[in-house]
């Protein structure tokens, strides 16, 4: 195999890929079964917008979520068809969903790597034959053409919830969780949101409160910088 395409190669940016995706590929759609799709706050505020349905009902229908057992953070993975163990958005004929595709989905055959700026490949050739096809591109180029900026944003915001003192993997509070899950839930987060008492302790002014009423993305990101607040007094008495 050539090593530009091992999967235990680390890319980078600058790092070349050979690849496409196309109805020809005897493989085609077949990345979209049986597997885990992790979904962030914004994948979801995604999905459920395209398919103009809220995010409860989103959840409830083609999710499975729980707090893990361990560190009690939220997990929510996109539900598999139980009969074909498809992605629920895909056909014979491709993504149903392709312009608001989760996160996981657009970086294919890509995957985020123990550190930042790294990469690795989640399929071989004999699994994705697109890793056959003479498209070049750099890491960059792909991730750019791909949409992946917004939701690495948006990742980073989420990362910033936390206070600094918090380990990856360390045990919270299953009410901490919970909090967490505002983010995934802006259902909920919407019901505290249009409560005036709640708008005057936090100093939302109605300029404010109209914005966010009208973006999705500025409701996500006030859901976060509430649950910072929550989580930071929180852990300031833990």
Request: proline fraction near 5%; charged fraction near 25%.
């Given at each position: 195999?050539?090593?530009?395409?091992?999967?235990?190669?680390?890319?980078?940016?600058?790092?070349?890929?050979?690849?496409?995706?196309?109805?020809?590929?005897?493989?085609?759609?077949?990345?979209?079964?049986?597997?885990?799709?992790?979904?962030?706050?914004?994948?979801?505020?995604?999905?459920?917008?395209?398919?103009?349905?809220?995010?409860?009902?989103?959840?409830?229908?083609?999710?499975?979520?729980?707090?893990?057992?361990?560190?009690?953070?939220?997990?929510?993975?996109?539900?598999?068809?139980?009969?074909?163990?498809?992605?629920?958005?895909?056909?014979?004929e491709g993504c149903r969903v392709y312009d608001d595709r989760p996160w996981a989905c657009r970086m294919f055959p890509l995957d985020l790597g123990n550190e930042s700026g790294v990469y690795r490949l989640l399929a071989d050739k004999k699994r994705c034959l697109g890793l056959h096809e003479g498209q070049r591109w750099t890491v960059g180029e792909w991730l750019e053409t791909q949409g992946v900026g917004p939701y690495e944003a948006m990742e980073?915001?989420?990362?910033?919830?936390?206070?600094?003192?918090?380990?990856?993997?360390?045990?919270?509070?299953?009410?901490?969780?919970?909090?967490?899950?505002?983010?995934?839930?802006?259902?909920?987060?919407?019901?505290?949101?249009?409560?005036?008492?709640?708008?005057?302790?936090?100093?939302?002014?109605?300029?404010?409160?109209?914005?966010?009423?009208?973006?999705?993305?500025?409701?996500?990101?006030?859901?976060?910088?509430?649950?910072?607040?929550?989580?930071?007094?929180?852990?300031?008495?833990?």
């Amino acid at each position: 195999m050539n090593p530009a395409q091992d999967t235990h190669e680390v890319y980078r940016t600058e790092s070349t890929i050979r690849f496409a995706c196309h109805h020809d590929l005897p493989c085609f759609t077949q990345c979209c079964r049986d597997v885990n799709i992790y979904l962030t706050p914004y994948d979801i505020l995604r999905l459920r917008r395209s398919l103009r349905m809220g995010s409860g009902e989103f959840l409830a229908r083609y999710t499975r979520h729980y707090l893990a057992r361990v560190t009690h953070v939220p997990v929510v993975q996109l539900a598999m068809d139980s009969h074909t163990l498809r992605c629920p958005f895909v056909s014979d004929e491709g993504c149903r969903v392709y312009d608001d595709r989760p996160w996981a989905c657009r970086m294919f055959p890509l995957d985020l790597g123990n550190e930042s700026g790294v990469y690795r490949l989640l399929a071989d050739k004999k699994r994705c034959l697109g890793l056959h096809e003479g498209q070049r591109w750099t890491v960059g180029e792909w991730l750019e053409t791909q949409g992946v900026g917004p939701y690495e944003a948006m990742e980073q915001a989420l990362q910033q919830v936390m206070p600094p003192e918090f380990q990856p993997g360390q045990r919270m509070e299953a009410g901490l969780g919970k909090l967490l899950y505002l983010a995934y839930d802006l259902d909920r987060f919407d019901a505290i949101l249009n409560d005036p008492r709640f708008r005057a302790l936090h100093g939302i002014d109605e300029d404010r409160y109209v914005a966010v009423r009208q973006n999705d993305e500025e409701k996500l990101l006030l859901a976060f910088a509430y649950i910072q607040r929550q989580i930071a007094e929180l852990f300031s008495v833990l």
